[in-house]
């Protein structure tokens, strides 16, 4: 157990929805990362928040977004969703903002029906 | 651009002899590499990690290698389990490039035969 939850574990939903996936990180971690691993892509890092604040971007789309609560979780807000969508999706956590370990989570697997 | 990879998609091995892992990264600005485990239906699970001033990193029945001349790293598994089955992913990043997480290898699926 990495100490990282994510709910839910399994969400479908059609095609032009919105979902929202949660994160707690490990109690100390200030650092919430969320990657998408689909089985073409593999785990493409799409964004990371480090105390409240957005620190870095990577792939995430324009219908997708994301923020940290000052109680440190996060959500992953995915709209407009399209049959590729359909991927896991983890979060990851990490005492720093920067270079080291990060813990996963178990992943919320996300298919668009 | 610069990318992670990985040389093979599945390796094969008996149980009981080693095991050995390997990536290519293209980023010869990186300093830290990890590998991770991902059994099927969980996150990924920390291994390893080497930074880049060394070149040789031993843990428990684990050992990562790394060459920066030739920008290669691998993963050697010794006296495989099967509890060792799984997807392995390098990573990598560059601390000076900002926190913009670890850029994963597409992963090599090692299936350990009885």
């Known amino acids: 157990d990495s100490g990282v939850t994510q709910t839910p574990k399994h969400l479908i939903t059609a095609t032009g929805q919105r979902v929202t996936l949660r994160c707690s990180p490990r109690s100390g971690d200030l650092s919430v990362y969320w990657y998408q691993q689909s089985l073409d892509q593999g785990l493409q890092f799409l964004i990371q928040?480090?105390?409240?604040?957005?620190?870095a971007k990577g792939n995430i789309l324009e219908r997708f977004s994301a923020q940290q609560f000052p109680d440190l979780h996060s959500e992953l807000n995915l709209s407009s969703l399209e049959l590729g969508d359909s991927a896991l999706y983890f979060c990851a956590s990490s005492t720093t903002g920067y270079t080291g370990e990060l813990f996963f989570g178990e992943g919320s697997r996300l298919t668009v029906l | 651009g610069e990318s992670v990879g990985l040389h093979l998609p599945t390796l094969s091995v008996q149980e009981g002899d080693n095991s050995i892992i390997n990536c290519a990264y293209s980023?010869?600005?990186?300093?830290?590499f990890i590998w991770y485990k991902q059994e099927s239906g969980k996150g990924p699970q920390f291994i390893i990690d080497?930074?880049?001033?060394?070149d040789k990193r031993q843990g428990q029945r684990v050992t990562v290698l790394l060459n920066k001349t030739v920008k290669h790293l691998s993963l050697q598994i010794a006296a495989t389990q099967p509890g060792d089955s799984a997807v392995y992913f390098c990573?990598?990043?560059?601390?000076?490039?900002?926190?913009?997480?670890?850029?994963f290898g597409k992963g090599t699926h090692l299936i350990i035969q009885p």
């Open positions: 080497i930074r880049s001033n060394m």
């Open positions: 980023n010869s600005a990186s300093d830290y």
């Open positions: 928040y480090y105390n409240g604040e957005e620190r």
């Open positions: 990573a990598e990043s560059y601390s000076g490039g900002g926190a913009d997480g670890l850029t």
